[in-house]
């Protein structure tokens, strides 16, 4: 199995990556297009774009962190709706979520493939970012930022903001580097403790436009921010933000520490060095050619010449 990093001239050449780590990563896009082909959706035409993340590797043994964001053209899923409702059919009969701490769980394990099977045909992007913990936290939230916060927001704890600094800025410029004019944005996150409860959502929501407009080089239309507690009972909400939740857990299993590095990716071998839930998963993500197209990167501690280093990541079983 492999994955492999490909390209077709959909990225925003406008894009205003303002914070150090946003701007290798758009030097890494930016490279990545240079004669290759099919790595990015063409979002466009959408007029409404839904992204979902999540988030992984908070526990003490987890060498890395992991931030995954789904951004899709909502109004193309129609296709992954029937579809993911069929495999609903098939293996739940009830309303569990598919989740990768739940694939203990026998009939989430028996509909991980068929789940993902019908993910392949969202157009969209999936975008997971694994950070070495040993950079500890990239966002050095200073005083003179922190009070220009909204009020509620500037007195949560330090921990709490730096994570979600780092989660809007991430998610803010794969929103300018795939949107276009003019598109709304609903952006549903999980229910994290960032956004623990409703009145967090509401303190957050300019916050998110604010530095999302910071990124986009074009106007866009409305923005809504949520969770997974917006879902309206059918869980299309809750089955979008189940494949970010699935790619984050399983990145977190990759053994970086016994990376073969090479100029512009990261070779990582993986077979029987990772869970067979994860290799599963892994091994979807190494899909080509579908309308959901993927990437993983990683961001690790650089070189002489920088202090962070962003790459795109290159995985195969051995």
């Not at 998610?171 to 609903?186: H, K, R, T």
């Not at 916050?207 to 986009?216: D, E, M, P, T």
């Amino acid at each position: 199995m492999e994955l492999t990093t490909l390209s077709s001239g959909y990225w925003n050449k406008n894009v205003n990556p303002y914070w150090g780590i946003t701007s290798s990563f758009d030097t890494v896009m930016r490279q990545l297009e240079i004669g290759q082909a099919d790595l990015l959706p063409n979002l466009s035409s959408s007029p409404t774009l839904i992204l979902t993340s999540d988030y992984g590797g908070q526990h003490k043994q987890a060498t890395h962190e992991t931030f995954s964001f789904l951004l899709a053209d909502l109004t193309r899923c129609g296709t992954w709706n029937r579809d993911r409702l069929s495999v609903r059919d098939s293996f739940f009969a009830d309303n569990r979520r598919m989740s990768y701490k739940a694939l203990n769980d026998k009939r989430r394990r028996s509909a991980l493939l068929p789940f993902l099977a019908a993910a392949n045909c969202i157009p969209g992007m999936l975008t997971t970012v694994i950070v070495s913990k040993d950079l500890g936290s990239l966002f050095k939230l200073t005083k003179e930022e922190r009070e220009q916060l909204p009020p509620p927001v500037a007195e949560w704890p330090r921990h709490v903001l730096q994570k979600l600094m780092f989660v809007v800025h991430l998610g803010a410029f794969l929103i300018a580097g795939l949107s276009s004019a003019g598109q709304n944005v609903l952006w549903f996150t999980d229910n994290d403790d960032f956004v623990a409860n409703d009145q967090r959502v509401i303190d957050l929501t300019p916050l998110f436009a604010g530095i999302i407009g910071g990124y986009v080089g074009h106007r866009l239309g409305h923005f809504r921010l949520g969770t997974m507690k917006c879902d309206a009972g059918d869980l299309l909400i809750e089955d979008l933000a189940a494949i970010p939740d699935l790619v984050s857990g399983a990145a977190c299993e990759i053994p970086l520490k016994e990376t073969l590095r090479t100029q512009r990716t990261i070779k990582v071998p993986l077979r029987e060095r990772v869970p067979p839930k994860a290799l599963a998963i892994l091994h979807w993500m190494g899909q080509r050619r579908m309308p959901l197209k993927r990437l993983l990167v990683t961001i690790d501690r650089g070189d002489l010449r920088a202090a962070v280093k962003v790459k795109a990541l290159e995985l195969f079983s051995d």
